[in-house]
């Protein structure tokens, strides 16, 4: 059975850091890309980051990129979500997905990712 599994959420206040773990268990995720995305209360799930197979390649959501980054550790099974400068408009349920494709597709697509966590709650206070 695949699981994924978020954790490092909280609540924090605005300027602070978190940074939120997610593993995997069931397989292996080395061949597939591996995304973080969030939903606020009352809109869509978002992409936030998303990283490559490898680790050397990542993308980030305009409202994210220079405060957030994006890190795999292959041989934990394991994508981390280091965010930084955290403002009230960040507040959501964060979810670490993995990839549909195994070729390593860096998609920001909610229909790009086959498995999702069952997300971790961040709140930012101003």
């Known amino acids: 059975q695949v699981q994924l599994v978020e954790t490092g959420g909280g609540l924090v206040q605005a300027g602070g850091s978190l940074r939120l773990s997610c593993v995997a268990s069931?397989?292996?995720?080395?061949?597939?890309?591996m995304g973080w995305f969030r939903q606020a209360p009352g809109k869509e799930r978002e992409f936030v980051a998303v990283i490559s197979p490898g680790g050397a390649v990542t993308h980030y959501a305009d409202s994210v990129k220079g405060r957030f980054t994006i890190s795999r550790d292959n041989a934990k099974n394991t994508v981390y979500l280091q965010m930084s400068s955290l403002k009230p408009e960040d507040t959501a349920v964060y979810y670490c997905a993995a990839g549909l494709d195994s070729r390593g597709f860096l998609g920001r697509r909610v229909n790009d990712y086959e498995y999702w966590g069952q997300g971790t709650q961040v709140s930012v206070a101003s």
């Open positions: 069931g397989r292996t995720f080395s061949r597939n890309a």
